[in-house]
């Protein structure tokens, strides 16, 4: 079996769907994860937000994030086949490990002395 990564997902879904829909839409993406050789760690809804700009006819969505687990060559697949999930407008996948862990420390020029 491939090595897998971690992974963050964010998933913006149609602002109308109801918390049923919202459930449907993360179980649904959950076992595309699985089909693709991947595993799901968390999954939360972070609820309705307004859109930094407009995506198609929307202005706001429903925000769910989701941790996962997968083989780097199937993170492409998993994108192209959640594009397809009618509800969802945007989904975006990062790598874990290229998201900071906390607050940054200030930068600090060189020593004077």
Sequence with gaps: MALSKEYEAILIADP????????????????LVTRHGGKVQDAQVLGKRKLSYRIGKFSEGNYL???LQ??????????????????VI????????????GPQPAAVGP???
């Design 111 to 113: 020593a004077e002395g």
């Design 90 to 101: 945007r989904l975006m996948v990062v790598i874990q490990s290229a998201l900071p862990a």
């Design 16 to 31: 109308d769907l109801n918390e049923e829909g919202i459930t449907q839409l993360k179980t649904h993406f959950a076992d």
């Design 70 to 87: 997968m083989p780097p060559a199937s993170v492409e697949a998993l994108k192209r086949v959640t594009q397809l999930i009618e509800p």
């Design 65 to 67: 994030q989701v941790k």
